[in-house]
């Protein structure tokens, strides 16, 4: 006798146990700590806030933790908790040129005002398994310190700008729509478009990029400046009449100049792509540079090629890696109701071709 | 949960998914744009229902949840569990005594009435969309009440295979304007749309919502020459006896033996205790 599938309920109790019980893993290895992966996951933290869209080093450490490294996962826990917040207000807009700069370089000048700061990178490192890190304990010799850089940097795009070489941005006064308060619909402007390539899935936003590189709507980049540091973070009062400092936010900022031999509509000139990213996160802000001038192609008078990322509607329905796992793995859930109804349709249509081919060897 | 509002939306939210729903019920079939929140639980997993029945929700109300028809099913449990920890509402699985039920592919089989309301979860909300992949294009489509593709894939599903072969999330026509897609229900369900009860359509990814006002005119597509036909498995329920409802097929042991059985949980098990 067949007994209908009962005990969801319970099923589902069962299976959270199990999840916290595998989350902690081996009881007698110590339990990390969120300040542990604050301190030492910090790029994965980044990530985990700028996609996210929520400026805290801990709740994305604490939604690491919870999600058991699976960084999607946790973007999720963030997004879902940031969407509970109330909003008191709007932030200035932060002055990334003064920035307290770790990390600024240039690959279009050798020098420039300011100076090429290296910063904490990966980039001269060799890659080799370093075995000692295995071994717990040991502290890294303190690297040496320099004076600080100066409190402003000038943009290298300002330099660009001054000789007119370079594509000037217009002002825009308007408040941006806000891509989590409102829903999205096309054309998207420039400021959506930003919006949705920082929240956009690394991997997501990083192929794009790459595959302009490769010529779907290629736009010839050069990294004018990258730079990385914290900004200071002011809001208008109006109880005060002046604007006070909430605190400050790491960012990555990536300027890229783009060759421009001139449209119908526009002279010869280098043109700009922009990526701005929360953390330390310079391969997201470069790939979102490029991507960016990709979508430009029709305020700068270019040609659509058909290239994926010059396609808006395609790239901001896709980048969002929430939607995407969801909607992904949302096929795992019960179909048997549409299931059956094909399986139906399958039978009787090969019941069908089946019927006409006896009939057509009978004739 | 006292750290959430009633119902885990706060009231701004809910006043915002209201009047998209007030549109939507002013415009039939229409698509109506919201601002869709990330909820805690996967897009995917019926966060577009889940909002639109949080802004539905009142203290009184008595909820059902069902996906594939059953009450029992694991999302359906976790929506009714949600519901239940942030609302604190009554929960049913009688299809007659409840004043909201959520659904996941399926209409209930016992017909509803003027006091209830439907609220379906809406993967794809646009008919259009497997015919056209940009929206932009879709929403002019619909503008211009422009439906010549979606007849010309009927008639080359009639060509080719001699029926249309769309077997679920089976297209219909609302109030004679807009074709709006029914959510993946079987088109057996489809005749169940022309309802008492107010039917809600929640698309959380794709942040749409829309609506059928109750007795409104929902036709399903079809031609003359080819009339629409809400097929199910020609069985009658092996544990009630119905021949009226729709049926899962269960394979019941490794030799591929099967037995038909009704989808709507409730509708088998009060079909039994009547007949005990």
Redesign the interface.
């Known amino acids: 006798m067949?007994v209908?599938?009962?005990?969801?309920?319970r099923?589902?109790d069962n299976a959270h146990a199990w999840l916290a019980e595998e989350r902690r893993g081996d009881l007698g290895v110590a339990e990390m700590s969120i300040a542990q992966i604050r301190e030492q996951l910090a790029l994965a933290v980044a990530r985990v806030m700028a996609e996210g869209s929520l400026y805290d080093p801990d709740l994305a450490a604490l939604a690491i933790k919870q999600a058991r490294g699976d960084l999607i996962e946790a973007v999720?826990l963030i997004?879902?908790y940031?969407?509970?917040l109330?909003r008191f207000g709007a932030s200035l807009p932060v002055e990334t040129d003064k920035m307290a700069c770790d990390r600024r370089i240039s690959a279009t000048f050798k020098d420039l005002p300011g100076g090429q700061i290296l910063g904490p990178t990966f980039d001269y490192t060799h890659r080799l398994l370093d075995f000692a890190l295995a071994a717990e304990g040991l502290a890294p010799a303190p690297a040496p310190q320099a004076a600080a850089a100066p409190d402003r940097l000038p943009h290298v795009t300002d330099f660009l700008a001054r000789e007119d070489l370079i594509q000037p941005e217009a002002d825009g006064s308007a408040t941006p729509r806000d891509l989590?308060?409102?829903?999205?619909?096309?054309?998207a402007d420039r400021p959506l478009r930003l919006q949705a390539l920082t929240r956009g899935d690394e991997g997501f936003v990083l192929s794009m990029a790459y595959s302009t590189q490769r010529g779907y709507g290629r736009n010839h980049p050069f990294v004018g400046e990258l730079r990385i540091g914290r900004v200071d973070v002011e809001m208008d009062i109006p109880e005060l009449g002046f604007a006070i400092e909430l605190g400050e936010v790491v960012l990555t900022e990536c300027e890229t100049v783009n060759q421009f031999m001139g449209s119908k509509t526009e002279p010869p000139q280098f043109t700009r792509g922009y990526g701005l990213v929360f953390g330390q996160s310079e391969r997201k802000a470069i790939s979102m540079a490029l991507v960016d001038r990709a979508m430009r192609w029709e305020e700068l008078g270019e040609d659509n090629v058909g290239a994926p990322a010059q396609d808006q509607?395609f790239v901001l329905?896709h980048s969002d890696n929430?939607?995407a796992?969801?909607?992904?793995?949302?096929?795992k859930?019960?179909?048997?109701?549409?299931f059956?109804?094909?399986?139906?349709?399958i039978r009787?249509?090969r019941a069908?071709a089946a019927a006409s081919q006896t009939q057509e060897a009978a004739e | 949960m006292n750290a959430?509002n009633f119902a885990y939306l706060?009231e701004q939210t809910k006043r915002m998914i209201r009047r998209a729903i007030l549109k939507g019920v002013a415009v039939p079939g229409y698509q109506v744009?919201?601002?869709?929140?990330?909820?805690?639980m996967?897009?995917?997993?019926g966060?577009g229902g889940v909002q639109v029945t949080a802004a539905c929700l009142v203290p009184e109300d008595r909820l059902k949840v069902i996906?594939?028809?059953?009450d029992?099913?694991?999302?359906?449990?976790?929506i009714r569990?949600f519901f239940q920890k942030t609302a604190q509402v009554a929960v049913t699985e009688k299809t007659g005594e409840a004043t909201i039920i959520q659904t996941r592919?399926?209409i209930p089989e016992q017909a509803m009435t003027e006091d209830q309301i439907l609220v379906y979860q809406v993967?794809i909300p646009e008919p259009l969309r497997f015919l056209e992949p940009?929206?932009?294009e879709t929403r002019k489509m619909h503008a211009l009440e422009d439906y010549g593709l979606m007849h010309v894939k009927l008639y080359e599903d009639i060509a080719r295979?001699?029926?249309i072969?769309t077997?679920?999330?089976y297209p219909v026509k609302v109030e004679g304007r807009y074709v709006m897609d029914p959510s993946?229900?079987?088109?057996?369900d489809n005749p169940k749309l022309e309802s008492s009860a107010l039917q809600l359509f929640g698309a959380g990814?794709e942040?749409?919502i829309y609506a059928v006002p109750p007795y409104t005119r929902v036709v399903s597509l079809d031609f003359e020459d080819h009339p629409f036909d809400p097929?199910?498995?020609p069985h009658p329920c092996?544990?009630c006896g119905a021949e009226d409802s729709?049926?899962?097929?269960?394979i019941?042991d490794d030799a591929g033996s099967r037995?038909f059985?009704c989808?709507d949980?409730d509708y088998c098990a009060s079909r039994r205790e009547d007949a005990a």
């Open positions: 067949y209908a599938v009962k005990g969801g309920e099923a589902i999720f997004r879902a940031r969407t509970t109330p989590t308060r409102e829903p999205l619909d096309f054309p509607e329905y929430v939607q796992t969801g909607f992904l793995e949302h096929i859930l019960p179909h048997y109701v549409d059956q109804s094909e399986l139906e349709l009787r249509l069908e | 959430y706060d744009p919201f601002a869709s929140r990330e909820m805690p996967p897009y995917g997993w966060t996906d594939q028809g059953a029992d099913t694991t999302n359906a449990v976790s569990k592919h399926r993967p940009s929206e932009v295979h001699g029926e072969a077997a679920y999330a993946p229900i079987p088109k057996f990814r942040q749409r097929s199910k498995a092996a544990l729709y049926l899962d097929e269960v019941t037995m059985v989808s949980t």
